[in-house]
């Protein structure tokens, strides 16, 4: 059991998770005026011994479902034609998903039960639904087993760790008028919807106008650069309280990680992406989730960010396999085997760290995880 045991906070800043206070502003139109008040609305119904955390793992639960069917159905190929009803079962829960997301905050002010635990598992939950969602909407794209699958899961991902990066260095999280966590998610589940109505074969209809590339490359290139928008914004927030070198250095641990992985796909003897790509999405989606959670973690117990996780030795097994399968032709460890096996560590290492901040969370603070704590 001690080996499952690690400690994340030290000693001494425990005592800063008792005076944490979370403080933050969502200007999203489309949040206070539709999904706030709906969200206030059904609160109405939420029993008020109902912990937060509850219904911020119901919410990640709706995710997982989706995941878990798409996996079924559409299999690892990342294409094909998606059934209706999996389609609209997707929007639904994702949409739900969405609603939960808005209702634990609320429920946690309502019953006086909020905690930085509530808001680290806030932030990681939504970080690993990019990671689970975004490999049911690569095929919704129709991106297949291409690097196509890989950006469309980078371009959200990045952001996301620089944002939490803004609340670390800030010591608050506001949300611009337009923002992803309100309009960006509506408009992630209404593609869902979208396909289903009209069918996902026009995502890989050629455009002429675009030198022939298809729909799905140039919505991803529109993504990126509409992402891309608003990070020199939230950079500025930031050097307000650091310089800019600080801030861009702080970046680098994930900006390896998928260098590492896009030298994989590129230039693996075997071209293993082409046969597992869920396994690459999986490792780079649950790596982020982890540092995201690291990053929240620090900042509510007032500790300085490691310059990188433990994690990064597999992202240099991985280099280094690839590395020598393109000097000698064949990789030293078979390559799909190490990918399967690298997901499989880092699934288990977020699984990890989330056991084990909950422990100590739970224990410094003396509160209950899914119980109101009066």
């Not at 998606?82 to 808005?102: G, S």
Request: with cysteine.
């Amino acid at each position: 059991m001690n080996l499952l045991k690690y400690d994340f906070i030290a000693q001494e800043n425990l005592k800063f998770l008792k005076t944490y206070k979370y403080k933050g502003t969502d200007q999203s139109l489309l949040y206070n005026y539709i999904l706030s008040p709906f969200a206030n609305w059904c609160l109405k119904y939420v029993p008020l011994n109902v912990a937060p955390n509850t219904l911020t793992l119901l919410g990640l639960i709706c995710i997982i479902i989706c995941h878990i069917l798409f996996y079924f159905v559409m299999g690892d190929n990342f294409l094909g034609t998606i059934p209706d009803w999996l389609l609209w079962t997707t929007f639904i829960l994702h949409m739900i998903y969405m609603n939960f997301d808005n209702l634990d905050g609320k429920q946690a002010r309502r019953t006086n039960n909020s905690s930085p635990l509530g808001m680290i598992l806030d932030h990681n939950f939504d970080s690993m639904i990019i990671a689970i969602q975004g490999t049911n909407f690569v095929t919704c794209l129709q991106c297949g087993q291409s690097i196509l699958a890989f950006l469309l899961i980078c371009v959200p991902t990045y952001p996301f760790y620089i944002i939490a990066h803004e609340e670390y260095y800030t010591h608050e999280m506001n949300l611009p008028i337009i923002n992803a966590a309100a309009e960006g998610t509506v408009f992630v589940g209404s593609l869902f919807a979208i396909n289903a109505i009209f069918g996902c074969e026009f995502w890989t209809m050629k455009i002429p106008q675009f030198y022939n590339l298809q729909f799905n490359t140039v919505a991803i290139i529109l993504f990126f650069f509409v992402v891309a928008f608003g990070l020199p914004f939230v950079f500025k927030k930031i050097t307000k309280f650091v310089p800019l070198s600080k801030a861009l250095k702080s970046q680098t641990y994930m900006l390896f990680t998928g260098i590492v992985l896009f030298y994989v796909i590129l230039f693996s003897p075997s071209d293993v992406g082409s046969r597992h790509m869920r396994a690459i999405l999986y490792i780079f989606g649950f790596t982020m989730s982890k540092a995201v959670g690291i990053v929240a973690v620090y900042h509510v117990s007032n500790q300085e960010l490691p310059k990188y996780l433990n994690s990064i030795y597999l992202f240099l097994v991985l280099l280094f396999n690839t590395i020598y399968g393109q000097i000698f032709g064949q990789s030293l460890i078979e390559e799909g085997l190490l990918l399967q096996i690298s997901a499989f560590i880092t699934v288990l290492v977020h699984i990890h760290f989330l056991y084990n901040i909950t422990r100590q969370i739970s224990e410094a603070l003396k509160i209950k995880v899914f119980k109101i704590n009066k």
